[in-house]
């Protein structure tokens, strides 16, 4: 199975900020990286796939890189509707697993 | 527009079983694969099971493999989840989301349900 990683597991920031979280695969998934957010209490929502590409109707302040094993997420400039929980997923190969999430709250 | 609506939980015994269940609407079912992903309380986002568009290869977590069986009906537009010998460990909102293709294949999910909570307790 492919172990999926992220960097910090949670982090405080302010609004304005420049966010960057990182993702590690255990092994080559060469662009098969996918960026989630969630908030307390919904489902999950699509931000980045493809590592790069940015999902219909998402913010261009969001922003995806990276291939092979080492991926980032960044947000230009955060907003209060970006405190959320931030999750990584491959879909390079079955079993599709998820990273643990990175928490963004206020500082 | 898409819509995804799961239903079925609620409180089960250790070892008894539960039906879930995804209703889908807003868009061609049948050209879709379909996962389902759960949540234990507090934690992080588990793939579970994911069906092809036609319902013929379906691949499963290691944690359900043999207890559970994912399943769909196109021509009702709704996605099944059958967990049997429960366990304490399955305690969590369960959650469908539809690929962005038809196998589910490298690919993303680009759309979620609310999800439905299955709390496994004696």
């Known amino acids: 199975d492919i172990q999926m990683t992220q960097s910090p597991s949670s982090l405080s920031a302010s609004v304005g900020d420049r966010v960057t979280i990182t993702c590690r695969a255990s092994?080559?998934?060469?662009?098969?990286l996918n960026w989630y957010q969630q908030k307390p209490g919904k489902a999950p929502k699509l931000l980045i796939y493809?590592?790069?590409s940015l999902q219909s109707g998402v913010p261009s302040r969001f922003s995806g890189s990276g291939s092979g094993t080492d991926f980032t997420l960044t947000i230009s400039s955060l907003q209060l509707e970006d405190f959320a929980t931030y999750y990584c997923q491959q879909s390079f190969s079955t079993p599709i697993t998820f990273g643990p999430g990175t928490k963004v709250d206020i500082k | 527009q898409v819509q995804l609506m799961e239903s079925g939980g609620g409180v089960v015994q250790p070892g008894r079983s539960l039906r879930l269940s995804c209703a889908a609407s807003g868009f061609t079912f049948s050209s879709y694969g379909i996962h389902w992903v759960r949540q234990a309380p507090g934690k992080g986002l588990e793939w579970v099971a994911i069906?092809?568009?036609?319902?013929?290869?379906?691949y499963y977590a290691d944690s359900v493999k043999g207890r559970f069986t994912i399943s769909r009906d196109n021509s009702k537009n709704t996605l099944y989840l059958q967990m049997n010998s429960l366990r304490a460990e399955d305690t969590a909102v369960y959650y469908c989301?539809?690929?962005?293709?038809?196998?589910?294949?490298?690919?993303?999910?680009?759309?979620w349900g609310q999800g439905t909570l299955v709390t496994v307790s004696s």
């Open positions: 092994q080559s998934i060469t662009t098969f």
């Open positions: 069906i092809w568009y036609d319902g013929s290869n379906k």
């Open positions: 493809a590592a790069s």
């Open positions: 989301a539809r690929d962005w293709g038809a196998s589910g294949v490298r690919g993303y999910f680009d759309s």
